[in-house]
T-cell receptor, first 112, second 119 residues
Framework: KQEVTQIPAALSVPEGENLVLNCSFT??????LQWFRQDPGKGLTSLLL?????REQTSGRLNASLDKSSGRSTLYIAASQPGDSATYLC???????????FGTGTRLKVLA | ETGVTQSPTHLIKTRGQQVTLRCSSQ?????VSWYQQALGQGPQFIFQ???????GRGNFPPRFSGLQFPNYSSELNVNALELDDSALYLC??????????????????FGAGSRLTVL
């Protein structure tokens, strides 16, 4: 059974710091992996999608990497800003069932 | 281009009642999936609809049911509400590509959710 874990559960950093969020999954047979952002009480916004054949994706200050063999993905945020404060969720699409399986998220707070 | 809209945004029900949540998919999307997100947890997949039929389901009992309409909008119905059904219910739409559940394995566009409280 595919399980997705995100570490740390919460993170507080000063503005301008570069930071890394971690996501691990137990079954390497995934179709793709997506990172989402969720603001309090809101829906999810897709940030980056990495297909299983890819190693990384970049969008602006965000860079996501994928290492299927070790069951890990990282989301790198450069020069963090207070507006980056949100919960970041990682989700894998299981290669057998094609269902999205989410981690519990990392709550990020960037202090001005 | 409109995004995914959900209604109502908040509602309160009592145990044993029934609830219907509604979702309008993003323009150009023909697949809708529903998720339950309890407080402090990640979203849990409930089911997905394509061409007005359910084509994938998570570990939810039959009292969770749904519909998809010809315009690709969707409803989630929950019967015999229980306290543990209190959660944020999220709808997401996507474009059909290869069929089956794989059509959900593309970029999802989420709505803002419906917050259900069961007393």
């Amino acid at each position: 059974k595919q399980e997705v874990t995100q570490i740390p559960a919460a993170l507080s950093v000063p503005e301008g710091e570069n930071l890394v969020l971690n996501c691990s999954f137990t079954d390497s047979a995934i179709y793709n992996l997506q990172w989402f952002r969720q603001d309090p009480g809101k829906g999810l916004t897709s940030l980056l999608l990495i297909q299983s054949s890819q190693r990384e994706q970049t969008s602006g200050r965000l860079n996501a990497s994928l290492d299927k063999s070790s069951g890990r993905s990282t989301l790198y945020i450069a020069a963090s800003q207070p507006g980056d404060s949100a919960t970041y969720l990682c989700a894998v699409v299981d290669g057998g069932t094609y269902k999205y399986i989410f981690g519990t998220g990392t709550r990020l707070k960037v202090l001005a | 281009e409109t995004g995914v809209t959900q209604s109502p945004t908040h509602l309160i029900k009592t145990r044993g009642q029934q609830v219907t949540l509604r979702c309008s998919s993003q323009s150009g999307h023909n697949t809708v999936s529903w998720y339950q997100q309890a407080l402090g947890q990640g979203p849990q997949f409930i089911f997905q609809y394509y061409r007005e039929e359910e084509n994938g389901r998570g570990n939810f009992p039959p009292r969770f049911s749904g519909l998809q309409f010809p315009n690709y909008s969707s409803e989630l119905n929950v019967n015999a509400l229980e306290l543990d059904d209190s959660a944020l219910y999220l709808c997401a739409s996507s474009s059909y590509l290869t069929g089956g559940l794989a059509s959900g394995a593309n970029v999802l566009t989420f709505g803002a959710g419906s917050r259900l409280t069961v007393l």
